[in-house]
């Protein structure tokens, strides 16, 4: 009996690889899912993106399907990283959803087979080929950008800087803040598409600025909002617009060199507690009334064909962009992370 | 008198013995399993064969020699700042008739309600330099352009600052008590022999408060040295780092374990000296109460200084107290936390978000409570079997055990944090990931002062008492349970109160110790400071003060009066 067990199992194992290897069917997102979802009864969905964003975002999704209390776990993309590994490491398997600023992530993620893939047929129709993974094991869930902004009382926008290279100027020494690479996918992201364009001098001129050093990709446009430091080297565009919305004195400069592009992926964990609300929810937040959600609340850039990017924002094609590589992003991260510290000396 | 000891007689089986070795065995696996690990990673390379590297590394890498001399800096100046503020402020609530005293001694002691790590907050909404109220204030009155600071918190001064502001309490409670009970006499006899009142105090008194005043002062040098709450809010974005924040960085991803309990070795063999050297002080202040009874220590007039003295006294409370709490009020209810809150600009926004938006705040709050109500139950009644066994010398072996359930003392919160997760994070204990292996951290961390307590209480319990109960044929535990507990009840439940507020306030075993699912208070305080979320820091700090706040004042009323003065025992940070 357990012999033939066995080898019934030997035999299934080449068509379970196949179906791994290959791009899952797209799935419906049928009343039988839902159901398992509400009895699952909760999803924790790790982020990196703002908690005045996510929260809401989550709260919309409870919402709609009540009874699945969304568990949102915000830190730093790096941070997630390492608490995910961390977590696995010791067999614990908290994580349903996750969603990472710095997309290198995945990859590993990948390698490891910690992925379970997903896709909807809204997703294979509407979002465009490049923003999943040929597996099917991850997705963009949105777009934004790193993006220089200072505070207009206390910089005249005739002084403004116009790129990286002007942030140099003696004459902003000790009014800079930035981001942390080791804390912020962003900025990692963003650490390295600069250190490839501008190289590691710009990083080590820039160190002698006397910046002031927060972690989160979200803390920047915060510092700003409250005049604690007249310009921002980095940060998420979208909270500096969010707060300029909101009556605060803020202007975003999108750098000559160009600017730090950061895709978002998300993606669903194999061994989720709850894979059925972990597949709702991805839905979700892929489907055309959740991207809508995002871009209404935030203006981030929507993965969805059908959504439209906020009103008043500048387009993302009018933009220039810097090359987003995640393979070196992979690569690269210790050497980054050590040679920030070793500029900035955190 | 000499029933105590193995050697008594027995009726039936005494169950004395399995219980010193199953607390034996408890405090092993407390203490000595995680610090073991700590030792064995600290002279393991990452592919774990034995080495010395990792010390090499650390006294000759810059980036771990600069923490180490910036982290001395630190707790040398925290440790001489302390005393400069806490001998002249506690002499003059001790001996003198300044007005409001007492309520200036009790405002000190308040103020130590304060975890570390949310004053740090607190004066980054003060003192920072472009956004900080107080830089704005000074902006304002004089006139100086919008790129000029009186104050830059963010720099080696404001932490040292910040963390002496939640230090010096500690020395102020200890020269206070000390000139408290200064015998009266010897400045009688200086007085009669026609010194001065000045004469008197710089002859008798203060030499007589000088030990206390050196044991103070170690007493902040340790905390300051092991404190990782505001040098990782103030001194990270400074661009520094002290030992403990560099500590906390190498858990980073890769995480660098290895030279995590390398670094954290070098604190736990200073801490280790400095409280021996204490102990020495301490030890001498034997000759300041020689005799039995004294007379009350004579007040010294202060005449025209008094306002003066007040105003001084006021000024120094505003620094722990009154300026940070008005910040934090303002963030909490503000808009924007740079600007001074209004009744037009009022907003209960940041409260809402906190406790309707923020899906981690109830989870938070849920395990905060949990770990805090089953560490005191648990911490309480292990230090009170403890203190049983040690104070009445019920079974040999009762020395080791007192040593033991001391020894955490000199444990900093972030080193056995670092032990706890080497130690736990594999068989036989899997507890990482756990409420569990929090529960240890805090229990451990907090059994020491709670044994004191209660070992200081079983000796106020007279032994004659217990032995007509075992005389009678009660067995031991049955007398302890019926005799000497309800004696000891009020010192039980003030150990109990300490340990909930100690857990309720600890970050720096938490940080390294926690996952997602297993958040408490502190460590989403510390999570939201990451990511700028002011309005919510300010409203959970100030529930997690007033939660605090009603413990104390609830164990003020059972315990009589002394759980205040006992938070001095230890802080947490």
Known sequence: MYRRTLIQAAALLPLGARVVSAAPPPEQITPELIEAAKKEGKVSYYTAMDLSVAEPMAKAFEAKYPGIKVRVERTGAERLFNRVAQEYGSKIHAVDVINSSDASHFLPWKRQGWLAPFVTVDMAENIPADMIDPDGLYCNQRTHLSAIAYNTKLVAPADAPKGFKDLLDPKWMGKLVKGHPAYSGTIMTATQQLSRDLGWEYFEKLGKQKVLQVQSATEPPKKIELGERAIAVDGSDYLFWMYRDKGAPIEVVYAVEGTPLIHNPMGIFKEAPSPNAARLLFAWIMSAEGQSFIVDLSGQFPAHKKVKAKAGRPELSSIKTLKEDPEAVEKQADEIKAKYARYFKV | ?573
């Not at chain 2, 300026?323 to 209004?342: E, G, H, K, Q």
């Not at chain 2, 926004?349 to 109500?373: C, D, E, H, R």
Request: hydrophobic share 55%.
């Open chain 2, 1 to 573: 008198m000499s029933v105590a000891g193995g050697t008594a007689p027995r009726r039936g089986f005494d169950f004395s013995r399995p219980v010193l070795a199953a607390v034996m065995a408890l405090l092993v696996v407390l203490i000595v399993l995680p610090m073991g690990w700590l030792v064995v990673y600290a002279f393991s390379s990452p592919d774990g064969k034995p080495t010395l590297g990792n010390f090499v590394t650390l006294f000759t890498d810059p980036d771990f020699v600069d923490p180490v001399v910036t982290t001395l800096t630190i707790a040398v100046s925290v440790g001489v700042i302390c005393c400069l503020i806490a001998a002249p402020l506690g002499w003059l609530v001790a001996r003198t008739d300044m007005p409001l005293r007492r309520t200036v001694r009790t405002l000190v002691m308040a103020s130590l309600v304060t975890p570390p790590f949310v004053g740090a907050i607190a004066w980054e909404m003060l003192a920072a330099p472009n956004s900080g109220l107080l830089n704005q204030l000074w902006r304002a009155l004089t006139g100086a352009p919008s790129d000029e600071a009186l104050l830059n918190i963010y720099s080696l001064e404001g932490v040292i600052f910040v963390i002496a502001c939640y230090t010096f309490p500690y020395v102020f409670i200890l020269v206070a008590n000390a000139l408290d009970r200064m015998p009266g006499e010897l400045e009688d006899a200086s007085s009669m022999l026609g010194a001065g009142t000045w004469d008197t105090a710089r002859r008798i008194t203060v030499p007589l408060a000088l030990p206390t005043l050196l044991a103070g002062a170690l007493v902040a040098f340790l905390q300051a040295l092991n404190l990782f709450g505001s040098p990782a809010i103030l001194a990270i974005p400074a661009g520094f780092n002290t030992l403990t924040t560099k500590i906390w960085s190498l858990f980073g991803y890769p995480p660098k374990l290895e030279l995590a309990a390398a670094a954290s070795l070098p604190l736990l063999v200073l801490t280790v000296f400095l409280l021996r050297a204490q102990a020495m002080v301490l030890g001498r202040r034997g000759y300041t109460v020689v005799g039995a009874k004294y007379g009350e220590p004579r007040l010294i007039k202060l005449g025209g200084l008094r306002i003066p003295a007040l105003a001084l006294a006021l000024i120094v409370l505003a620094m722990p107290l009154f300026l940070p709490y008005a910040a934090l009020f303002n963030t909490a209810f503000s808009p924007v936390a740079s600007r001074l809150v209004s009744f037009d600009t009022l907003t209960l926004k940041n409260v809402q978000f906190t406790f309707v938006g923020l899906s981690s705040t109830w989870p938070a709050l849920q395990n905060t409570f949990f770990l805090a109500t089953t560490a005191a139950t648990l911490g309480a009644l292990l230090a009170l079997i403890i203190a049983y066994i040690v104070a009445r010398k019920a079974v040999p072996g009762h020395r080791a055990l007192a040593f033991l359930a001391t020894a955490p003392l000199a444990i900093p919160g972030i080193v056995l944090g670092v032990g706890l997760f080497l130690g736990y994070t594999r068989p036989p204990f899997t507890l990482y990931g756990t409420l569990w292996i929090l529960l240890i951290a805090f229990i451990t961390i907090e059994l020491p002062s709670a044994y004191q307590q209660l070992g200081s209480a079983f000796h106020a319990v007279h032994p004659e008492l217990e032995e007509a109960g075992r005389m009678l044929g009660a067995s031991r535990l049955r007398t302890l349970a019926d005799i000497t507990a309800p004696l000891l009840r009020s010192a039980v439940i003030a150990t109990w109160c300490f340990i909930f507020v100690a857990v309720i306030r600890e970050l720096s075993a938490a940080v390294i110790l926690f996952t997602s699912e297993t958040k408490v208070l502190s460590v989403l305080i510390f999570d939201l400071k990451e990511s700028g979320d002011v309005g919510a820091i300010a409203v959970l700090s100030l529930a997690m003060v007033a939660i605090t706040t009603l413990v104390i004042v609830a164990a003020n009323r059972i315990g009589g009066g002394r759980a205040a003065a006992r938070l001095a025992a230890r802080g947490a940070g």
